[in-house]
T-cell receptor, first 113, second 111 residues
Framework: DAGITQSPRHKVTETGTPVTLRCHQT?????MYWYRQDPGHGLRLIHY???????DKGEVSDGYSVSRSKTEDFLLTLESATSSQTSVYFC????????????FGPGTRLLVL | QQQVKQSPQSLIVQKGGISIINCAYE??????FPWYQQFPGKGPALLIA?????SEKKEGRFTISFNKSAKQFSLHIMDSQPGDSATYFC??????????FGKGTSLLVTP
């Protein structure tokens, strides 16, 4: 699992509130990713980072922002949570471009009421 | 738009049988095709992967078959076991390193 932890593991929040999910890695991997997993959709990329302070959007980035101030931490923020953002969120890391394996964290289950 | 199409959505196989999951893609720039296995409540874990210059890769009971001209690849699980019951995802990567996942196949291996 490449030493990936996600916090919190479970969260219930209300519509309109901001939410921040944290991904922490101990392997010094350069690349980090945030995916969401929903039934019938598989895993979809939200945002990714290719270095400290270097981030880019994925296919479902609307309503989300990210920050990476340190190699080991990648934060995902839902600026104003909506019920459509109820999902399981996975963080993943990858050492560098030549080493292909993406390692996934245990996930955060988010419920927006 | 789903860049990788996976089938079937669910699969039931008897113990000892062969499980086959198929994926198709359109983007010829994809250069790496992994399969991930996910158990309930866990994150996906890499099972096996292949590059398009190879037609087949085998690791234990798991084999990827790759057909570049048809833009299809498949996972074969030989001698399927109840412990193989999980959700399987195929994926494809382009030069940007992000993975495009299929929607997943829920496999149940019955005793």
């Amino acid at each position: 699992d490449a030493g990936i932890t996600q916090s919190p593991r479970h969260k219930v929040t209300e519509t309109g509130t901001p939410v921040t999910l944290r991904c922490h890695q101990t392997e010094n991997h350069r690349y980090m990713y945030w995916y969401r997993q929903d039934p019938g959709h598989g895993l979809r990329l939200i945002h990714y980072s290719y270095g400290v302070k270097d981030t880019d959007k994925g296919e479902v980035s609307d309503g989300y922002s990210v920050s990476r101030s340190k190699t080991e931490d990648f934060l995902l923020t839902l600026e104003s949570a909506t019920s459509s953002q109820t999902s399981v969120y996975f963080c993943a890391t990858q050492a560098d471009g030549t080493v292909q394996t993406q390692y996934f964290g245990p996930g955060t289950r988010l419920l927006v009421l | 738009q789903q860049q990788v199409k996976q089938s079937p959505q669910s699969l039931i196989v008897q113990k000892g049988g062969i499980s086959i999951i198929n994926c198709a893609y359109e983007n010829t720039a994809f250069d790496y095709f992994p399969w991930y296995q996910q158990f309930p409540g866990k994150g996906p874990a890499l099972l096996i992967a292949i590059r398009p210059d190879v037609s087949e890769k085998k690791e234990g009971r798991f084999t990827i078959s790759f057909n570049k001209s048809a833009k299809q690849f498949s996972l074969h699980i030989m001698d399927s076991q109840p412990g193989d019951s999980a959700t399987y995802f195929c994926a494809a990567r382009n030069s940007g390193y992000a993975l495009n996942f299929g929607k997943g196949t829920s496999l149940l291996v019955t005793p």
